[in-house]
């Protein structure tokens, strides 16, 4: 009886999961593999037409760069604020969670179009260059990679040094006090103590950013073009601009086995190096 | 916490916010100005610009269908994903624990794989008319949300309050309604608050799910942008961070920004 009331409550979220997500997405697979007898390369030839391309190797190639780029730096710059941050008086504290929480709840398409504003070529960085006489002519940054790059850290390094000021708050202040009545400077209580028991939660935050910066959307869109194309505009492009569907699902099921693969080896990764754990 | 931070890390972090704050007080100015293209700093100061969101009916269109799919969709998920989130606390012995794996499906696959994905079985193969699908496409999107927001308030919930309403006589669905949705009300509030703001911001997954005249506002903006360069799409920007600063002032009033934080 307990047993069936438990089913009966979880199961609408269940079907709905089950049926609306599961099957479409496992549809969206099973369309990645080609005829038997179609090609050389028989059920894998749409694969095979994927990473044949050189246009479409090199943006997945692109994706996985500015992907790297974005993670490493929102890391760092996530780590210096989180770990200032955490280390404020409260009042101080609560005013620069609430700085950082409000540009992540504004959405993607506002922050990227922020981005469009300032590098244009009328935009304010081409003023200041040309003002300052770095340049005499505007420069053309919107449609390169560094466009994306910088729009991207904008939009993930809110949401880093919220999941690291979590972390790093959760450290317990009296390994610190441990350390340095033990005569370890700041740098060394840092280095020793704080970073080693942080990993796990910088791998946390560093696995949601490379997988929401690999599957972006709006950011490389507005700020990449088609110049910049990663894989999630050529998902779009593929699926409405070019019809191609079938080449459309093989770049969908790409970007799927990259997220679980790099969630599944990260997880297991962060459990290796937790230290308290071991 | 009496360690004192070096000047250079606080520098650094000025920097940082800065860079964070700076291009949204751009966009400010940017809506402000008297042009017909995007400036900084403003040229001349007038609000015809938000007036003019009014004026094209795509933008009224889409604002109305944005709401619609936040609202409905924040709803449905919460009546199946508060059962769900009960069901995972309080028959945790009876239940696989795939299934939890299962809920978090949405989150960890990537959201235009999905609306790819639902363009294709629900959309065209089965035939469901475009809003329907795009209201499955934003309830899929934050049922995850509610289902983790809801079983963290459940976690800190005591179940043998429930127990002892029901030893009193008390029938069971009467106590869920009576007992034990009162005590996760603040879980709910937040699940709501978290739904809504995840929904009205889409991109991904509203991208594929979008048709002829069915828009949302954020798709909309995407599309505006490619033909005109003008200050509205800055006034809308505007229109909509007034919007999350007064979510953000009522979450704080009532519940305390940590819930957001997390």
Known sequence: ?278 | MSTRIHPVLIFFTVLIYIFLLGPLVIIFGAALSDTTYLTFPPQGLTLRWFENIWNISAFRRTIVTSLQMAFLGTFIALIIGIPAAYALNRHRVTLPASLSTLFVLPILVPEIVIGFSLLRSVTVEAGVPVWYALLIGHTLLVLPYVIRVVSASLASFDFSIEEAAISLGSPPAKTFFTIVLPNIRSGMIAAFILSFITSINDVSISLFLTGPGISTLPIQLLAHMEQFFDPTIASVSVVLMLLTILVMVIVERTLGLAIVAK
């Open chain 1, 1 to 278: 009886m307990k047993r069936l009331a438990g089913w009966m409550l979880a199961t609408p979220a269940t079907l709905m999961i089950a049926l609306l997500l599961v099957l479409p997405v496992a549809a969206t697979i099973g369309m990645t593999f080609g005829a038997p007898g179609a090609g050389t390369w028989g059920v894998a030839q749409p694969y095979a037409d994927f990473f044949t391309s050189g246009f479409r190797r090199r943006v997945l190639w692109r994706t996985f760069e500015v992907a790297g780029w974005v993670t490493v730096i929102s890391l760092a710059g996530g780590l210096v604020t989180a770990y200032v941050v955490s280390r404020c008086p409260p009042r101080v504290k609560s005013i620069l969670i609430v700085l950082a929480v409000f540009p992540l709840l504004t959405g993607v398409v506002v922050r990227s179009f922020a981005w469009l504003v300032l590098l244009g070529r009328q935009g304010m960085v081409n003023n200041v260059l040309q003002w300052s006489g770095v340049t005499d002519a505007p420069v053309a940054m919107l449609y390169t990679q560094g466009a994306v790059i910088v729009a991207m850290v904008y939009i993930f390094v809110p949401l880093m040094v919220l999941v690291l000021v979590g972390v790093l708050e959760n450290i317990p202040e009296d390994l610190l006090q441990a350390s340095s009545s033990l005569g370890a400077g700041p740098v060394a209580s840092f280095l020793q103590v704080t970073l080693p028991l942080a990993v796990p939660g910088l791998i946390v935050g560093a696995v949601l950013v490379f997988t929401a910066s690999f599957t972006s959307y709006a950011t490389p869109h507005l700020l990449g073009g088609t110049r910049q194309m990663m894989m999630g505009t050529l998902l779009h492009q593929q699926a409405m601009v070019a019809f191609d569907w079938p080449g459309a699902a093989v770049v969908a099921a790409i970007m799927l086995v990259v997220i679980v693969a790099t969630v599944l080896l990260m997880t297991r990764l962060a459990r290796r190096m937790n230290p308290m754990t071991t």
